[in-house]
């Protein structure tokens, strides 16, 4: 039986019997996994409070001849972002990032870059002024948080090799060249106007989306920067919170999943 480590995240923790736990990591070296936690809620040594989210944890696990999950045999904390479970702005875009991770990551998909991003992503936010200040005067948190989830949803779409096609009309491939063509969900691409008017592509009025005032740009501008981009760019509220909620709309479409944590907002 060989034990297996690496550093991961936790997305997903469900309750199983009295005192097991059922968790999925997005893991440095090993992609999205999901292990049981034998007697989890009772053995502080090897798991009381550093099951959290938002925790960078060093995890143990082997797997079991015959069984389809994995054993987790122990974490070890490395980082706690804590300030993202103080605000209460910030927990409800934790969650959001969890809930899409688990959703869009397959199981054992390795890939290093969804796990620094997510790491990123937990630096940024854990660095925040603004959790740490009750001062109301400080800049607003509400835009900040919709830059960081527009960062994290594009990239994460970048990296699962599902990132929409903006560039080319997906019927006759003629160029976006001013970002002016609406939006298939279906098709998951921009369509050219004489195409969806045209009726023998079969498109309802309803199924061709607007699509947001700038949102291609600064998609794809989130797609090909770093985190820092979150910190130089200023956009409007109300333009972030009509691209958030177009990605919402592409990520439902796509996942074929009511995605619950979008709909406490
Ligand atoms: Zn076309």
Known sequence: MKLHSTKGFVIYAKK???ADLLLSYITEDYGKITCFANNARKSKKRFLGKLEPAMLTNIKFYEKPGMTLDILYEVDLVEDYKNLRKN???????????EISRV??????VNKNIFNLIKNIYT??????TLNSQDSRQTP???????FEIFFIANLLKFTGIYPNF???IICGKNNAYNE????????GVICSPCANDKNNGFKYLEIKKMPVNFINLSNLMIESDISIINKLNVKEDILMDCSAFLRDFLTFHTGKRLKSFETV
């Open 124 to 129: 940024g936010l854990n660095k925040l002024e």
């Open 16 to 18: 199983m019997n009295e």
């Open 104 to 109: 869009l990551c397959q199981e054992r998909d």
């Open 88 to 98: 209460i702005d910030v927990y409800l875009f934790l969650t959001k990032l969890i």
């Open 141 to 147: 948190l509400n835009p900040i948080l919709l830059k």
């Open 167 to 169: 560039t080319d009309c």
């Open 181 to 188: 063509f609406g939006f298939s969900l279906k098709k998951g």
